[in-house]
């Protein structure tokens, strides 16, 4: 049967992506705290179309607006986790990668009465150990890895890297992965940041990245029988005024197009269930 998924994430960061980068100084805490403005925007644009999304959350943004958080849940959207704070996993030792990780479940569940099933790292960098933890704790999939652009996979684990040696692969695990990419991710095209380290000029014009992602999806209806396609939006960057009406484009282009949309969860087990594991 053809089915063109489309899964509409929103990485609900607030502050904590740009207080993990050192940015703590007033105006950058309000430039997260948009996301305060922004998520029930994007509430109501969701309930109009009918459309389950998925939202990942930090465990110290949870902790801020937990009311948000409750409200996102009930609207029938699922809560993902995000880590407890906005620092890679990459940068964190292996034990408090697995404490942030188990920190962070608990929290989602006091609040939405379920543990979250699926991770999203922040800043897409997985830590050598992440997917082992996952597999440990029961998650049915992962959603930081770039390896295809429309069809989800399972995830390996321990491939052997060395730069100067052929990749060893590892083990293939039960592990989801539901693929993303930067290109199908707001912040790199939207947002002007600065930091000591680094300068990302951003502010590109909406229609122009509108135009690439109806196209990202025309090429997996063209080319597939089945696939899903993740989009990654963050509330303070999809939330201004622009990028809302061209998000709502979006929206009715897909839906022109057939897309179904589902929640990352449901997708997972849909892949899970066709290839019969
Ligand atoms: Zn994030």
């Excluded at 509409?8 to 403005?37: H, I, K, N």
């Excluded at 034990?95 to 979250?116: F, V």
């Excluded at 930091?195 to 000029?201: D, K, S």
Aim: aromatic share 10%; with cysteine; proline share 6%.
């Amino acid at each position: 049967m053809t089915r063109h998924i489309a899964c509409l994430s929103f990485d609900f960061d607030a502050w904590s992506g740009l207080t993990a980068r050192g940015l703590t100084t007033p105006t950058p805490v309000s430039r997260g705290e948009f996301c305060a403005v922004a998520v029930p925007r994007i509430l109501k644009l969701l309930e109009r179309h009918a459309i389950p999304s998925t939202f990942f959350i930090p465990g110290i943004v949870i902790e801020t607006y937990p009311e948000l958080t409750r409200q996102i849940h009930d609207a029938g959207h699922e809560v993902g986790n995000h880590g407890w704070t906005h620092f890679p996993p990459s940068t964190l030792d292996p034990a408090d990668e697995e404490r942030d990780l188990l920190r962070s479940s608990d929290l989602i569940e006091t609040i939405t009465g379920r543990r979250p099933t699926g991770y999203r790292s922040a800043s897409f960098d997985l830590s050598p150990v992440t997917a082992q933890l996952l597999e440990k704790h029961g998650f049915l999939y992962e959603s930081s890895m770039m390896g295809h652009d429309h069809s989800p996979y399972y995830i390996r684990i321990g491939d052997k890297v060395d730069p100067k040696e052929r990749l060893v692969f590892g083990r293939e695990s039960d592990l989801v992965e539901l693929p993303v990419s930067w290109n199908l991710d707001d912040f790199p095209h939207f947002e002007f940041l600065r930091t000591p380290q680094q300068l990302m000029p951003g502010l590109q014009w909406a229609g122009g990245v509108l135009e690439n992602w109806v196209d990202d999806f025309r090429y997996m209806h063209q080319t597939e029988q089945w696939g899903a396609l993740i989009f990654t939006f963050h509330p303070y960057v999809i939330g201004r005024g622009h990028r809302m009406i061209m998000l709502e484009k979006l929206i009715n282009a897909l839906e022109g197009m057939g897309a179904i949309w589902q929640t990352m969860e449901a997708t997972a087990l849909e892949f899970k269930g066709r290839s019969r594991r």
